[in-house]
């Protein structure tokens, strides 16, 4: 004969059985180290009770941050949609879900994800409950099979990185497990990781029902798992959960153990007294690297093909432009080298064969063909000249090529997030160009040093009744690099039948030396109106002279501020790798969050704006 107990025990029962799980519960519920240094500890106090203290091998932890999960926090809901959950089951999770947000402070934000075959976000995070309630209302089965259970898991955590609130729960109901993901459940613990969210698992035991995954997600987070028989009891274990979210507290600090060594932590909350002994990592191993170049999601995103399209395309478009564009024969070459004496071979291209040599020529006069006529390609061949380097622009531009893709590629196999892989090419692509430059501005100061002794000998070689071209070729015989070989060239130049005018001017923009422009130009003038040009170059001499003179001056009374600025600038990229050395953990946010990529951003923007601001400061026109 079965017993029939009254109706109104049923929920004194739940009430009672919700309230001594809960006792059962308090005390620390978990211990994250994934984030070492950084020791994350979930303290479930008393109802009522104060902040929890914290003690790590009997001494009090310096630098506790302590959040209580009942105040201001960010919640996600994910709902299991699939198939399995059609009818019943997804009504009664659909309408507990909507108490729970009914019940929430105000302050609370809250965003809803629902997952079949795969994970969907239904609504942004917002404080408002009617968003969120008008989401779970219109849930619906998914038509196709699935459970994309450990996707939504990562999903809601990488929406939580974003999140500003200091409290983030993941609040989970699933009747099934994971068939469907393409991330797996230690990546998704990683992710809750990462966003510091404590996972709140609840299960609709079944037939096929396996609680063993949601048992370790919840307690690798710091979360909890709760197990329903029906679908019914959801609204029980959903309040249950906002009742132990309002007397659990999140606990962070950077503990000075090394890895290896055994951590004795004791939470005390108002007396009561609660102990847990972890083991940190031998390796002491931080959290799962974020995504890099090489990482499944870079190559998984809906941009990815249309720029993986777009290259390959400009790839192919470039090689067809070149083997077309390429032609064989250097015949200008052949025609000046009589009238230019014996050229020094690059060896370089001696250790190649005569075929590798063809290709690579034909290459290169392709490409100084077809960008010819482009402002930039043109300032760099100018830059080249400038320097005295023996190369050609496209050989130049195709070593800052190499150089970003050899750094990119190692970069991206060391492990590096994407935005660095980036930024390290691009400082690989410059390098050769600032090479180039600096060789380029040491050239000029010295045919700037140069200058005066060079007009004084072509003075006296005037005065003892010398020609002028003459007198130029005593500054060849005579002189010494660069300011002999820029003369000689000068003097080739006008054996070819160019006037001298016309080579001492492409000699000054050549070169590039602003004193040199003002002698050519007084040089220009008394050729026109006639005088004395061997009195000439002596007073240009002179005015050289003091000029240079006048320039060192200002360079020692602005030292200070050119050292100034210089420490300014580099003040932000020294400490940001000193503290990223120091605590990883701590620049984390800066390095692998949308938020602190716009703040780095921001700060280069800065950063440019001060230095040119400090640029027009310490620099001068003489």
């Not at 007073?539 to 020692?556: C, L, N, P």
């Amino acid at each position: 004969m079965r017993t029939r107990h009254p109706q109104w025990l049923i929920p004194l029962f739940a009430s009672l059985s919700l309230l001594l799980a809960g006792r059962a519960a308090a005390g620390v519920t978990g211990v994250d180290l994934s984030g070492y240094p950084e020791v994350r500890v979930t303290v479930v106090a008393q109802p009522g009770s104060s902040r929890p203290q914290l003690t790590e091998n009997g001494r009090a932890v310096v630098g506790l941050h302590a959040v209580n999960l009942g105040r201001a926090k960010s919640i996600v809901l994910a709902v299991d949609r699939s198939q399995s959950m059609a009818g019943r089951k997804l009504a009664d999770a659909s309408r507990a879900a909507r108490a729970f947000v009914a019940q929430k402070n105000t302050a609370d934000q809250v965003e809803v994800i629902a997952f079949g075959a795969q994970s969907t976000a239904l609504t942004p995070f917002s404080a408002s409950a009617a968003d969120a309630e008008t989401a779970l209302t219109g849930v619906a089965a998914d038509t196709r099979s699935g459970t994309a259970l450990w996707d939504a898991i990562a999903q809601a955590a990488g929406a939580l990185r974003n999140e500003g609130a200091p409290g983030r729960v993941i609040v989970v109901v699933t009747d099934g497990s994971d068939v469907s993901s393409s991330a797996t459940l230690a990546q998704a613990i990683a992710a809750a990781h990462r966003a510091r969210a404590a996972v709140y698992a609840i299960g609709i035991a079944g037939r096929d029902f396996s609680p063993g995954p949601l048992r370790t997600l919840a307690a690798a987070t710091g979360g909890a798992y709760l197990q329903a028989s029906s679908s019914a009891k959801l609204a029980a274990l959903y309040t249950s959960i906002s009742r132990t979210l309002a007397r659990t507290w999140q606990l962070r600090y950077l503990t000075a153990a090394r890895p290896g060594d055994t951590l004795r932590l004791v939470a005390t909350t108002d007396g009561v007294v609660s102990k847990q002994t972890v083991e940190l990592p031998s390796t002491g191993e931080a959290s799962a690297p974020s995504p890099t170049l090489f990482s499944r999601s870079a190559w998984t995103s809906r941009l990815a093909p249309v720029v993986l399209a777009g290259l390959v395309g400009l790839l192919v478009l470039l090689a067809f432009f070149f083997v077309i564009a390429a032609r064989g024969g250097t015949w200008l070459t052949a025609r000046l080298a009589p009238h230019l004496g014996p050229v020094t071979k690059r060896k370089t291209h001696a250790k190649h064969g005569a075929e590798g040599r063809a290709l690579l020529r034909g290459l290169f006069t392709a490409t100084e063909r077809s960008l010819a006529n482009i402002r930039l390609f043109q300032a760099l061949q100018q830059l080249l000249t400038r320097a005295d380097v023996p190369l050609l622009a496209a050989e130049l531009m195709y070593m800052c090529v190499g150089a970003a893709l050899l750094v990119a590629f190692l970069t991206a196999v060391v492990g590096f997030p994407t935005l660095l892989v980036f930024l390290f090419a691009v400082i690989a692509a410059l390098l050769p160009i600032g090479w180039v430059r600096t060789k380029a501005h040491a050239r000029m100061k010295a045919f700037d040093n140069q200058l005066p002794d060079i007009l004084i000998t072509i003075a006296a070689s005037l005065k003892a009744g010398h020609s002028f071209r003459h007198a130029i070729q005593a500054v060849v015989d005579e002189g010494a690099d660069p300011g002999a070989k820029e003369f000689r060239r000068v003097l080739n130049e006008t054996r070819l039948g160019r006037p001298m005018d016309e080579a001492l001017s492409e000699m000054g923009e050549r070169i590039g030396s602003k004193n040199l422009t003002f002698v050519l130009t007084s040089v220009t003038i008394q050729r026109q109106i006639g005088g004395s040009l061997a009195g000439l170059f002596d007073m240009v001499a002179e005015t050289v002279r003091q000029r240079q003179q006048f320039a060192r001056k200002i360079k020692s009374l602005t030292a200070m501020g050119r050292m100034s600025s210089y420490v300014l600038g580099g003040l932000p990229f020294g400490l940001a790798a000193l503290i990223t050395l120091i605590s990883p953990q701590y620049m984390s946010p800066l390095w692998h969050t949308t938020g602190g990529h716009t703040l780095v951003g921001l700060g280069f923007g800065m950063l440019a704006v001060g230095a040119v601001v400090l640029k027009k400061i310490v620099s001068f026109r003489g």
